[in-house]
């Protein structure tokens, strides 16, 4: 199902909020704009250096923050 420009905005916005709240979530979307951000260039270096055993064994130790 392929949703709208508009949709994809207004729902990405209200997950942004709801994890952040108001002022964070502006903020985020001012941090992600205010230097022209890249974001396939911060994809590709994303887990430059990573290998798939250190990135599982970094999922293995991942511990979720709770609310």
Known sequence: MKI???ELTVRGMNLLKEEFGPVDA???VYVMTRDGFDYTEWQRNLFKGETVRSLGEKMRAFKPLTA
Do not use: A
Request: aromatic share 16%.
């Open 4 to 6: 709208s420009d508009n």
């Open 26 to 28: 502006e903020r985020f």
